[in-house]
C-alpha cells in the first residue's frame, strides 16, 4: 500500500489548505483513513480519520476549523484546513489502517506564517 499525498504549502494565518491523499495498493475495503500531524519537537497528533463508511473524527483543536472527507470509489481523502492559525504549522501525515495493518504517507508540510 503507497499513500500519495499533496497540497501542503505556505499560509498566512486565517488562510486555508486543502490536503488530499490517494491510496494505492490493495487495501481492504473497510479501512479508517486519515491525517496526523509532528510539529517540531511534538509527538505525532491525529487531526482526523473517517472510516469507510463516511463517520469522521477529529481532535478538539480542530473541530469546526477542519473537514475530513472521502471518496471510496478513488480510496483518496481530503483535509479541507480553515481559519489556520500558526500553532497549525506541522508535517501532515496520510495514514490507513485496518485489522492488525497501519500504513504511513510520506508527510507534507504545512506552514502558516503569523
Known amino acids: 500500500v503507497q499513500l500519495q499525498a499533496s497540497g501542503g504549502g505556505l499560509v498566512q494565518a486565517g488562510g486555508s489548505l486543502r490536503l488530499s491523499c490517494v491510496a494505492s495498493?490493495?487495501?481492504?475495503?473497510?479501512?479508517?483513513m486519515g491525517w496526523y500531524r509532528q510539529a517540531p519537537g511534538k509527538e505525532r497528533e491525529l487531526v482526523a480519520d473517517?472510516?469507510?463508511?463516511?463517520?469522521?473524527k477529529y481532535a478538539d483543536s480542530m473541530k469546526g476549523r477542519f473537514t475530513i472527507s472521502r471518496d471510496n470509489g478513488l480510496n483518496t481523502i481530503h483535509l479541507q484546513m480553515d481559519s489556520l492559525k500558526p500553532e497549525d504549522t506541522a508535517v501532515y501525515y496520510c495514514?490507513?489502517?485496518?485489522?492488525?495493518?497501519?500504513?504511513w504517507g510520506q508527510g507534507t508540510l504545512v506552514t502558516v506564517s503569523s
Open positions: 495514514n490507513v489502517r485496518y485489522t492488525r495493518y497501519n500504513f
Open positions: 495498493g490493495k487495501i481492504f475495503r473497510i479501512n479508517v
Open positions: 473517517i472510516t469507510s463508511g463516511g463517520n469522521p
